[in-house]
């Protein structure tokens, strides 16, 4: 049974959809004002694979994610580099997608844009207003009144009286009733966007856009939202506090899923810090044509091998062991392959203990992706099991049912990380410097075919010197 931790009990649940074997996942999408980064990253390759394991076991799964294209953070960026909020938006939406499809995220249903649902936002304030639940400020917009509703804080725990401590820019007013109300829709100011509407000429806030794009197609309420944990408060706060005082239904969501954290070597990661790594500079510093896989590859399987609700602090020797990690598979692929070509032969009537173990194994393997989507307890069961098999080929005890059962697990753990590997072939530049070594070594200069050997190792290559000619190899071999 599929077990979560739910942010809102803080327990363990089982997951029980509102729709039997249907799952409505929504989780906050980005602010395209910037390139997204490996935080973005953690987050977005968590939800990633947590969609395909609910698709692999049987659910149908419904991802939203919303495109927070009209923000403070557009408009002021926009102005410093002399273009308009909605082309900036545009331009960084494209980009988003572009990272989104080299890190292999394809889970996403539907991706829906804060601006399409304009109509939809009017709405939900408009319902708020009716109910008691929203008030106007004269020339500055529409605030929600959090005294009308008891429960906010209830998810992270916070009281309102302690709400004044995350407000953006767009919730500032001297005016509003109590401190932590937050913007509904703002009216614009001069040389701003504004959309004119029955509340007014002006923009929407940042949090009434995605109750108003999970109405429009989930509806008052739905099984799962998910984000980085630092979005709880204010902003999924505000979600609950406006969705539902506008259908007066509760839960807005059953389960609410938060990613930890990601720090850079202990340090939060900021552009003035100059720790700041997209996923662009992360894809292109780790691409190396002398490994088995690609940088894609590598990121996936060092943010998916931590549990999504921890934190990570990021750092090279981390990237160096995720190497490693992914190297050991190959290395024992390739010792399987070569145990079944030589040695294997079948030992008749172990079939069925075989069976039992397997099953034990895969069990395991599956339990702890039931508890709480425990990648790290997964992937200590495939180690273990590869430890063993490693013992049972020293001895020569290993069946071929044993080669198929952990080939079988392997295969799936790649799939459900969606890890590629590749045959590396010998790049160009690596073959012409061996073959200026093998000149250099006929001439007898020693050192320049040393120096030689030096690049081609630098370039991840290594030589095997034998009486038919050099060989190349990966060094990772
Ligand atoms: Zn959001």
Redesign the pocket.
């Known amino acids: 049974m599929l077990k979560f931790f739910n942010t809102l009990s803080e327990k363990k649940e089982s997951l029980k959809p509102r729709h039997k074997k249907r799952v409505q996942l929504f989780v906050?999408?980005p602010t395209v004002y910037d390139y997204s980064h490996i935080g973005h990253a953690r987050t977005y390759l968590a939800f990633d694979c947590i969609a395909k394991y609910l698709s692999r076991i049987g659910y149908k799964t419904y991802y939203l994610q919303?495109i927070?294209d009209i923000d403070d953070k557009i408009i002021e960026r926009a102005k410093q580099q002399h273009t308009t909020p909605k082309t900036l938006a545009r331009m960084f939406e494209k980009l988003y997608h572009e990272d989104e499809r080299k890190l292999r995220i394809t889970s996403i249903t539907k991706y829906a844009r804060a601006t399409d649902y304009i109509p939809a936002i009017v709405r939900q304030v408009k319902t708020l207003l009716k109910r008691g639940h929203a008030y106007e400020i004269r020339k500055d917009g529409y605030y929600f009144d959090l005294a009308t509703f008891p429960r906010y804080g209830a998810l992270s725990r916070r009281t309102s009286l302690q709400a004044e401590d995350a407000v953006s820019r767009i919730d500032e007013s001297l005016q509003k009733r109590n401190k932590g109300d937050f913007a509904l829709w703002k009216f614009s100011k001069r040389g701003e966007p504004y959309w004119n509407t029955e509340l007014g000429k002006g923009r929407p806030g940042?949090?009434i856009?995605?109750t108003a794009i999970t109405e429009s197609i989930f509806g008052p309420q739905y099984d799962i939202h998910g984000?980085a944990i630092d979005?709880k408060f204010p902003?999924?706060e505000a979600?609950i506090a406006q969705q539902e005082s506008a259908s007066r239904k509760h839960p807005l969501a059953k389960y609410w899923l938060h990613t930890g954290f990601l720090t850079i070597n202990g340090k939060k990661m900021s552009k003035s810090a100059g720790n700041f790594v997209t996923i662009r500079d992360f894809l292109s510093t780790h691409e190396n044509a002398a490994l088995p896989f690609d940088a894609t590859t590598l990121l996936r399987y060092f943010i998916l091998s931590q549990h999504y609700r921890a934190p990570i602090d990021f750092n090279e020797a981390l990237i160096t062991h995720a190497r490693q990690s992914l190297i050991t598979f190959l290395d024992f692929e390739k010792r399987l392959s070569s145990y079944a070509g030589k040695t294997l032969k079948m030992h008749q009537g172990e079939d069925r203990r075989m069976t039992t173990v397997r099953n034990t194994i895969f069990k395991q393997f599956e339990a702890a992706l039931e508890n709480d989507f425990n990648t790290p307890q997964a992937l200590g069961v495939i180690f273990d099991a590869m430890h063993t098999m490693n013992s049972k080929m020293d001895t020569g005890r290993a069946t071929r049912n044993d080669v198929i059962h952990i080939r079988t697990l392997l295969t799936s753990l790649y799939e459900l990380f969606d890890l590629r590997f590749r045959t590396v072939s010998i790049p160009k530049e690596v073959k012409s410097l061996v073959t200026q070594r093998e000149s250099a070594r006929k001439e007898k200069q020693w050192q320049r075919a040393d120096m030689l050997r030096v690049q081609t190792s630098a370039l991840g290559f290594s030589i095997e010197d034998t009486p038919q000619g050099p060989i190349i190899h990966p060094t990772y071999q």
């Open positions: 906050c999408g919303n927070t940042w949090h856009e995605d984000g979005l902003h999924h979600e």
